[in-house]
């Protein structure tokens, strides 16, 4: 971790809580072994918090995986997230098992990001990361606290050939780009109305629409925007 830039306290502290973890696919599924693979979801956790704030040593001493705690700020990483998740929710409706992955997504972004950056600056380093995903045709999204660990395996994988999952995620990527840079040029509030109704399944007022277009463009003047919440749902993992 120290080696992709990793900050080494913050490397430490991660590494200490892995933990094995069994494998039905492999062959030592049944007997305790030393090559069982690794898994470490507070540590990512850990990693995640760090990503979203300089300030991130207080949360890191509240996090917990189970439960999951609901943190009182929303930053704008995690707006970010939020954002393309419900973009991709609503693209995959119907193809829930084809989707990209949630993991794939927060890994790319949350490397993308820089602490103090605005909600503009993250989303549009958000989807310059994941188009330069999308050009790069690769196979591997190394976890960031353990880089032997490959989150889009499964695109490979012959048992998962009918989902298509790298194709899809190509296309996501596309659409994505598409809808959320009009959001951030388009001075047209209907458009922006459209492209709420139909690709994140929302109704906000023109009023909201022109106030989030506000702070997508880096405007500095008029009323803060306000989250336009996509209806009730339970936590995500990680307090995304």
Known sequence: MESTGMDS????????????????????????????PPSNPEGYLRWFVSRMTPQARGLLAEAQVDPVP???????LQQVIKLLKRHRDVMFVDLPDA????????TVVG????????????????????????????????????????????????DCAHLELKKNFHEWVVEVNRHFSEIKTSQDAQRLLEIASDHLRVKPSEEKVRRLLGVLS??????????VTAGAAPASPWAF
């Open 9 to 36: 306290k913050l490397a430490a502290d991660v590494a200490n809580l892995s933990v094995w973890i069994t494998d039905k696919q492999r062959h030592n599924y049944a007997i305790i072994d030393a090559d069982w």
């Open 70 to 76: 609901e943190y009182r700020r929303n930053t704008p």
């Open 99 to 106: 989707k990209p992955i949630s993991i794939i997504i927060t």
């Open 111 to 158: 490397e993308s990001h820089m602490s103090g950056d605005s909600l503009s600056e993250t989303m549009r380093k958000a989807l310059n990361a994941l188009e330069n995903v999308r050009l790069s045709n690769t196979d591997i999204i190394a976890n960031p606290i353990n880089p032997k660990e490959n989150f889009a395996d499964r695109w490979a994988r012959h």
């Open 218 to 227: 880096g405007s500095t003047g008029g009323t803060p925007a306000r989250r």
